[in-house]
C-alpha cells in the first residue's frame, strides 16, 4: 500500500471550478451546484484506497453533522480507470450508496480538476471558506489503517468549527497521507 503525503496547496487559494458527472445520479454539476453557504469541503476519494475505505464511516459521520450547519461537501475520484476498474462510475455509485453518502460523488475522467487542486493522493482534503478561499487542506485525523489510532476527524472538524465560528483556522496543518492518484499514462 503506497503512502503518499497530500501537496498541500497554498493557503487562500481560491477553489479551482470545475463540471463533472455526479456517477450516483448521472448528471453533471458545478463547483457551485456543491457549494455550501458557510464553506465547502472539496475530497479526492476512490473506492478501493484501504486509506479511504478506513475514513469512510467518519467522512459520512462529518458530512451528516455540518451540511445541516451550512458546510457543502463534494467527493471527487480521479483515479485512471481504465488501470483501476474498481473505480469506474458505475461502481461509484455503488460505494456511494454502501457507505451512505450525504453529498455528490464526482468522476474526474480527464483527470484536470485533480491537477488544478494539486490532489496527490486518496483521500486528500480541502476545506474553502464562504468566498471559496482554501483555509485547510490535509489530513482527517492521525488515525490510518493498522496504526491503532482512533477515527476521530480531529484535525478536519477543528477546522470547519474554526470557519463556523469566524475564527482564523489553524496554519499548522498535516498532511493527509493515503495512495496516490492513479494517473493515466499519457
Not at 474553502?128 to 472538524?157: C, E, H, I, W
Amino acid at each position: 500500500m503506497a503512502r503518499t503525503p497530500s501537496n498541500m496547496l497554498p493557503l487562500d487559494t481560491k477553489a479551482p471550478d470545475f463540471e463533472l458527472l455526479n456517477a450516483v445520479y448521472n448528471k453533471t454539476i458545478t463547483l457551485n451546484d456543491v457549494k455550501g453557504e458557510k464553506g465547502t469541503v472539496v475530497m479526492f476519494i476512490c473506492n478501493h484506497c484501504p486509506f479511504v475505505i478506513h475514513v469512510n464511516p467518519m467522512i459520512v459521520t462529518l458530512a451528516k453533522e455540518y451540511q445541516d450547519k451550512g458546510i457543502g461537501f463534494v467527493a471527487i475520484s480521479s483515479n485512471d480507470v481504465e488501470n483501476y476498474p474498481q473505480d469506474a462510475p458505475h461502481l461509484m455509485k455503488e460505494k456511494a450508496s454502501e457507505e451512505g453518502y450525504t453529498f455528490p460523488y464526482l468522476y474526474d475522467e480527464t483527470q484536470e480538476v485533480a491537477k488544478a487542486y494539486d490532489a496527490a493522493c486518496t483521500p486528500d482534503f480541502y476545506l474553502f471558506d464562504a468566498n471559496m478561499n482554501l483555509v485547510y487542506r490535509g489530513q482527517l485525523d492521525g488515525s490510518r489503517p493498522g496504526n491503532d489510532v482512533p477515527l476521530t476527524g480531529t484535525d478536519l472538524k477543528n477546522a470547519l468549527d474554526a470557519v463556523l465560528d469566524n475564527k482564523e483556522v489553524d496554519s499548522e496543518q498535516k498532511p493527509s497521507l493515503g495512495c496516490n492518484i492513479k494517473w493515466k499514462n499519457v
